[in-house]
């Protein structure tokens, strides 16, 4: 099989919602045929290239968005493909990270409270330990305080704020509100999720936005560049 079409096959499982062998997927027709994780598999072991995978990750859940905007998809058919990407990196992740020679610094990441969204972060996290940074993850739904009493303990480096919702973003701003008030200056926050943007972090105070993880790896060494006077 070709690589195209082992990518079309893996954005199609996605799509579906259809996990493994044993699940129905979203029209009911698919069980007993290989499932996300499966052509995963499969896909790795003809040498797909591990990005490419990873990309079409973020394609297919795209779509699954716009299927659940439309209407033709509700909350259990994109949580389902939600499924399939978290099964299916537990796969992936070996192949991306590769060995961590070089200590990079130390990353913190969370999503922040009211939001559940984590397929980004984690995919986040990743590339990034990949890229050689000790990543410390804290989940999804993390409070303010929770955030600034990690930063404390870990200090990190940098710390990566995720939001997916509208009506989560505005916790980032709280976060670095709360990190000022402690006297924590020394922390670059990074900012990243769906309706995040450039403008929102420079309004909010972040350090950065990133529209996905390998402008992360880019933003990072920037950072570390301007930080060193490279
Ligand atoms: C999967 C999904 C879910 C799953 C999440 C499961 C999980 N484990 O994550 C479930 C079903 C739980 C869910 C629930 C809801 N969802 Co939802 N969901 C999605 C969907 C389809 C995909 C998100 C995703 O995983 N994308 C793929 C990843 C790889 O992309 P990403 O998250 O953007 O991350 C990349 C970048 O943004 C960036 N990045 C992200 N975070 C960070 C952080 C840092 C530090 C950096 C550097 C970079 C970075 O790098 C990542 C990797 O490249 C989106 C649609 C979309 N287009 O985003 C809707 C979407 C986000 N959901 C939406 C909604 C409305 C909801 C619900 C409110 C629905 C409901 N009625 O209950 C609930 C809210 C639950 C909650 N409190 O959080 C809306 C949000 C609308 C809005 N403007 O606020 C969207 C846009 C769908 C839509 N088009 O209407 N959802």
């Known amino acids: ?27 009911g027709t698919m069980e007993g045929e290989p499932g996300t ?9 003809v040498d797909v290239n591990p990005q490419e995978i990873l ?7 795209e779509e699954v968005g716009k299927l659940f905007e439309s209407g033709k998809y509700l909350l259990p058919d994109m949580l ?3 499924e399939c990407v978290g099964n299916a990196m537990d ?9 961590q020679e070089n200590q990079k610094g130390k990353f913190l990441i969370a999503t922040v409270k009211g939001d559940l969204h984590d397929i980004g972060k984690n995919i986040v996290s990743t590339i990034l330990k990949g890229a050689g940074y000790q990543v410390k993850d804290l989940g999804i739904d993390v409070s303010v305080n929770d955030i600034v009493a990690a930063v404390k303990e870990f200090k ?15 916790e980032m701003e709280a976060v670095i509100k709360k990190l ?20 929102f972090a420079l309004k909010i105070g972040a350090d950065g936005y990133c529209r996905d993880a390998l402008h992360a790896v880019a933003k990072l060494e920037q950072m570390q560049d301007a930080l060193s006077g490279r």
């Open 180 to 199: 000022k008030e402690a006297g924590i200056n020394d922390v670059k926050v990074l900012i990243g999720g769906a309706p995040t943007s450039e403008e």
């Open 55 to 61: 990309n079409i990750f973020n394609e297919s859940m």
């Open 156 to 170: 990190p480096d940098f710390l990566g704020l995720s939001a997916l919702l509208t009506t989560t973003m505005t």
């Open 91 to 99: 796969i992936l992740e070996p192949h991306l990270v590769g060995k």
């Open 80 to 82: 389902a493909s939600a």
């Open 37 to 45: 994780v499966d052509l995963v598999r499969e896909a790795l072991d």
């Open 1 to 27: 099989m070709n690589q195209e079409s082992s990518l079309d096959r893996i954005r199609h499982s996605i799509v579906m919602g259809h996990v493994d062998e044993n699940d129905e997927g979203f029209d």
